[in-house]
């Protein structure tokens, strides 16, 4: 998938008069993109025009114009955008209660190693790859980005394979189906262009 450019992004002020159209274009996008799965884990497969928006509205935010800043909003969000035969997914840890962040967070340590997040193909497992820097020893940060690595075959037959987000964490265990319109929308993400 191509990265985004410079070009691509419009100035806070352009942006605040087409804001709403893009935002309510940007959650029924989301909404196919967006897997529950157990109560607590949400995974958002990105592609360029989530990271698009999501540059956009963090230059809203925080009222960035600075043409270096810009660059380096693009350069950070480029690196989540998928390579040809990968998926990029945000993983959420959601947690409603304020006194219960630090409980559930503690009990979550380890979520992001090797074999405890497994996108599920058919009946095979391919496991997430944590992006570096948002976890320590002691803790888990709330906000994962994660990649999942297809053979050029799993690419080809996601699609028409039953595909699952699988959580094998001796606290946290279970499983959701990625419906049909979920696989032909994810899908798009595995083509080059």
């Keep these: ?18 804001r709403e159209t893009r935002r309510k274009d940007l959650i029924a996008l989301k909404r196919k993109r967006r897997v529950q799965v157990g109560p607590q884990l949400s995974f958002t497969f990105e592609n360029r025009e989530t990271l698009k928006y999501q540059i956009q509205e963090m230059m809203r935010v925080e009222r960035i114009q600075d043409e ?17 035969g990968s998926l990029s997914a945000t993983m959420f840890i959601e947690i409603q209660e304020a ?39 002691d803790r888990i940060s709330t906000v994962q980005y994660v990649m999942f690595k297809l053979s050029a075959e799993q690419s080809r037959n996601f699609v028409s394979s039953p595909v699952e987000i699988q959580i094998r964490h001796p606290e946290y265990s279970a499983t959701a189906a990625l419906t049909e319109e979920q696989r032909i929308e994810i899908a798009k993400d595995l083509v080059e262009e």
Excluded at 68 to 84: A, G, H, M, R, V
Excluded at 113 to 137: C, D, M, T
């Design 1 to 18: 998938m191509e990265k985004l450019n410079r070009s691509e992004i419009i100035s806070n002020e352009e942006y605040l008069r087409e």
């Design 68 to 84: 270096d800043k810009i660059q380096f909003e693009i350069d950070t969000y480029n690196t989540l955008i998928p390579e040809p």
């Design 99 to 137: 006194d219960q962040i630090k409980s559930t967070l503690d009990r979550l340590q380890g979520l992001d190693r090797r074999g405890a997040v497994l996108l599920k193909l058919g009946n095979e497992g391919i496991p997430a790859q944590f992006e570096p820097g948002h976890s320590k020893e």
